[in-house]
């Protein structure tokens, strides 16, 4: 019986029952120099290597402490403004900023490819901004 009362067989017993004769006589009918490959394998390392030439360095982040000037492009989930500085750098801005909004933040905590910043101000309004009732 193929299954019995402990479930599937294993893939050993796979392995031993089917695939192994199977692979022995296809080494056995092929030429010794068919078995020989033309180089050294790539290994991990190498090929992650070679992927990290090919991509551009990562952009410049700003240091904590300094206050930028960022356009926020939009908002992600839960609230938090993205924007982007000349350089190129990400900014994760504080709430209450809204999409096109031009404002003057202050770099309060540096990770490893982005910025978290607080506004400190609205440089000039987007344009979903409205003014709040409570301030005419």
């Excluded at 492009?73 to 504080?94: F, H, N, P, Q």
Aim: proline letters at 10%; a positive charge; aromatic letters at 6%.
């Amino acid at each position: 019986a193929l299954y019995s009362w402990l479930g599937p067989p294993s893939v050993n017993w796979f392995m031993k029952r089917f695939a192994r004769p199977v692979l022995l006589l296809l080494a056995a009918a092929l030429p010794l120099a068919a078995w020989h490959h033309a180089g050294p394998r790539s290994t991990r390392s190498s090929r992650a290597a070679a992927l990290r030439q090919q991509l551009p360095a990562a952009p410049p982040l700003p240091e904590e402490g300094h206050e930028i000037e960022v356009r926020c492009e939009r908002v992600a989930y839960g609230g938090l403004g993205i924007a982007r500085t000349d350089a190129g750098a990400t900014v994760m801005l504080s709430d209450h900023t809204v999409p096109g909004e031009l404002v003057l933040v202050l770099v309060t905590r540096r990770r490893r490819r982005h910025v978290e910043a607080r506004t400190t101000a609205v440089l000039e309004p987007g344009p979903a901004s409205v003014a709040p009732p409570w301030s005419e």
